[in-house]
T-cell receptor
């Protein structure tokens, strides 16, 4: 049973560039969330997708956008990269939106912005 | 406003010692859920436990135990007879209102268990 998979695992970009990160949820899961984890800090919620729509959003600028596909996989796009966007980006999945559900996380995509 | 505080940034113990990780939360909701997650060096967060605000019964699972006290807004986690494999960063998290995956995580506590 495949867990949450993310790609790429590491990438380096320069300021002003754009990046796309990808996530495949755990088998049977239909809800995907994205979190940003800066070095030495706890994860911060970016947004959540369910039924191909953004359902909740954290305190992140519009430079951060996403998409969910019919197969429940998801992409996170960040435009006009800033140095402060350097972080580990974690994808989490669950079945349904209920907050009581535990989240299953991938190993993350580590983005470095130079 | 919702907030999770983990005052211990780093803890080092010797194998077989007991260790308690502290978590204090803030929320205005009467219904909420608290979680503990473990983050090993590989990066993924691993779910350990979930508690809802109506269930203050403490729980023991193997070497792990949890102490939830609403009166002090605390949800502490204890590892008994720690092992080297317990070395990781541990996060306490809070989920409140409606539905969704919007969890508020604390800053984490890095636990090092030395042989």
């Amino acid at each position: 049973d495949a867990g949450v998979t993310q790609s790429p695992t590491h990438l380096i970009k320069t300021r002003g560039q754009q990046v796309t990160l990808r996530c495949s949820p755990k088998s049977g899961h239909d809800t995907v969330s994205w979190y940003q984890q800066a070095l030495g800090q706890g994860p911060q919620f970016i947004f959540q997708y369910y039924e191909e729509e953004e359902r909740q959003r954290g305190n992140f600028p519009d430079r951060f956008s996403g998409h969910q596909f019919p197969n429940y996989s998801s992409e996170l796009n960040v435009n006009a990269l800033l140095l402060g966007d350097s972080a580990l980006y974690l994808c989490a999945s669950s079945y349904g939106q209920v907050r009581r559900g535990e989240l299953f996380f991938g190993e993350g995509s580590r983005l470095t912005v130079l | 406003a919702q907030k999770v505080t983990q005052a211990q940034t780093e803890i080092s113990v010797v194998e077989k010692e007991d260790v308690t990780l502290d978590c204090v939360y803030e929320t205005r909701d009467t219904t909420y859920y608290l979680f503990w997650y473990k983050q090993p060096p590989s990066g993924e967060l691993v779910f350990l436990i979930r508690r809802n605000s109506f269930d203050e019964q403490n729980e023991i699972s193997g070497r792990y135990s949890w102490n939830f006290q609403k009166s002090t807004s605390s949800f502490n986690f204890t590892i008994t007879a720690s092992q080297v494999v317990d070395s990781a960063v541990y996060f306490c998290a809070l989920s409140e209102k409606d539905y969704g995956q919007n969890f508020v995580f604390g800053p984490g506590t890095r636990l090092s268990v030395l042989p």
